[in-house]
Every structure is written in C-alpha cells, then in structure tokens.
C-alpha cells in the first residue's frame, strides 16, 4: 500500500510519518511529486501554520487537482490539523482566504476570552464512533496547537468535539474523507490508536 504524506512546506511532517510506520504502513513517503502523489493508494494532509500561506503553496506546487481528485476517487484520505482546516470553504485568519471546497463551512477564530493558540492536552467527545474513534474512549485526551477552528454547515460530519470554552469540532468523519485538529503523531497510544484505524480502513476500503 503506497501512502504519501503530502509536504507543501507546511510543518515537520517526519513526526507523522514516523507514527504511520509505527502502526504498520510500509510504503509512506513525503512528497510534493504530483505523479507520485496521484498513484498513492492513500493520502495523508498534515500542516501547521497559516490558511493563506498553505493555500498559495498549494497552488504553486499544483497540488489542489491532485488531492481534490483522490478524494472524488474515494481513496483514504487523512487530514492532520491545518490538514483539516483547508478542506473547508474558506477561513478568516489574516483576512478572508478561500479553502478546497470539499466540506461546506468556514474556519474561525477561536473565543478571544480563551488563551490562543490552543496548545496542549484536551478531551474528544465522540459523535461518531465507528471508523476514526474505534476503540477510543469518551473522554480520552489529545494533543492540540492551534488557533483557528473549523464550523462545519453539515453537523453529520462532525466525528468529535472538544471544549475550549466552546465546543468546538474536533474530528471530521465522511466516506473516504477522515480529518482531525489534533496531532495523533503526538497523542502518545490514542494517536497510534486512531492511526492503526486508519489502517484498516484503508485496508477496507482498497
């Protein structure tokens, strides 16, 4: 199974690329080679930084045909916090910047009353058991580091919330499509937990 991690200069991707070795993927690569990354057999989006930055990365990489197309294809797909975000319509960090489009919704800033960026340990509270939170415990903790937050129009997407004085949503879950705003490369055994399910669903679904 040839699973591309997909680099546009966004994060240190090594981290998750090393957890998806841990859990028993044999083939993962980094990459921003569009043909290597149209003939994976999966995907994973992870990032860290800004919505707009990521976005013209993208664009200049050629990158957004090839992942909007692997998701049409309904290949596995795993999005990784700013992986995340950019599936949405558009977001407002530093002004309006438009998203991929592939779920309806926006991306905000989270409550000023709250510390941002959101960084550390926090609980999900599961909407959707089956798939992405299998054998994850209501209530386990995950790490976040973010500062912006995605509001989906469709609440059936909608895997996981967390509380930051807001419930905000924490995991996504739709078809192929899988996507979450913690890390799971750094959540310890639930992050290997989570990404182990992905495994199998990819096994499943390929």
């Known amino acids: ?22 859990v028993g993927f044999e083939e993962v690569r980094i990459t ?12 994973v989006f992870p990032g860290q930084g800004a919505f ?9 990489l050629r990158l957004i045909k090839p992942l909007l197309s692997h998701i049409e294809r309904g290949k ?12 949405f319509e558009k977001s407002y960090e530093h002004g309006e910047s438009k998203g991929l489009g592939v779920l309806k919704g926006e991306v905000v800033l989270l409550p000023p009353k709250v510390k941002i960026p959101h960084i550390g340990w926090n609980q999900v509270w599961i909407r959707q058991r089956e798939g992405i939170f299998s054998g994850i415990e209501e209530g386990d903790f995950f790490y976040f580091v973010h500062s912006y937050h995605v509001v989906p129009e469709d609440e059936g997407v909608i895997a996981s919330t967390t509380d930051y004085d807001i419930h905000f949503v924490s995991a996504v879950q739709k078809e192929n499509l899988w996507a979450v705003q913690f890390h799971p490369e ?16 990819c096994e499943r679904l390929l």
């Open 76 to 87: 596995p797909f795993l999005g990784i916090c700013l992986g995340l975000q950019l599936l």
């Open 52 to 60: 707009k930055k990521a976005m013209e990365n993208l664009k200049e």
């Open 186 to 201: 750094k959540s310890q055994s639930k992050g290997l937990r989570l990404l182990k399910n992905f495994r199998k669903f």
């Open 1 to 22: 199974m040839r699973i591309a991690v997909v680099d546009y200069g966004m994060g240190n991707l090594r981290s998750v690329a090393k957890a998806l070795e841990a």
């Open 32 to 43: 921003s080679d569009v043909d290597y990354i149209k003939s994976s057999d999966a995907l």
